[in-house]
């Protein structure tokens, strides 16, 4: 059972900083793209950054330049630097993975439960 655990997520004030992790943990043969989302309450869940295998990097145009999203050496983890957190970031941050569980299978998504980022003004 292939499971996404998110930490790192709490309560700051506006220009802090949060570091978020996440580690990918079952029986599997390779993870692909990894990558981090928000949702914060009553819009739609968008995405904040994405992370290739080979360490390449998409962001969101709202974090450019204040988060910085990076893969672990084992590649099954992947962090997310925020800095100079604003309100408006405030949401539940989930952790996606591209994973395959065997060399054969297709590459699956899955996500993980979600760690709350809460930015006070």
């Known amino acids: 059972q292939v499971r996404l655990l998110e930490s790192g997520g709490g309560l700051v004030q506006a220009g802090g900083s949060l570091s978020l992790s996440c580690a990918t943990s079952?029986?599997?043969?390779?993870?692909?793209?990894m990558g981090w989302y928000r949702q914060a309450p009553g819009k739609q869940r968008e995405l904040v950054a994405t992370i290739s295998s080979a360490g390449s990097t998409n962001y969101a145009d709202s974090v450019k330049g204040r988060f910085t999203s990076s893969r672990g050496n084992a590649k099954n983890t992947v962090y997310l630097q925020m800095n100079s957190l604003k309100p408006e970031d405030t949401a539940l941050y989930y952790c996606?993975?591209?994973?395959?569980?065997?060399?054969?299978?297709?590459?699956?998504?899955?996500w993980g439960q979600g760690t709350q980022v809460t930015v006070s003004s």
């Open positions: 079952g029986s599997i043969f390779s993870v692909n793209a």
């Open positions: 996606n993975a591209g994973v395959r569980l065997t060399a054969w299978s297709r590459l699956d998504d899955y």
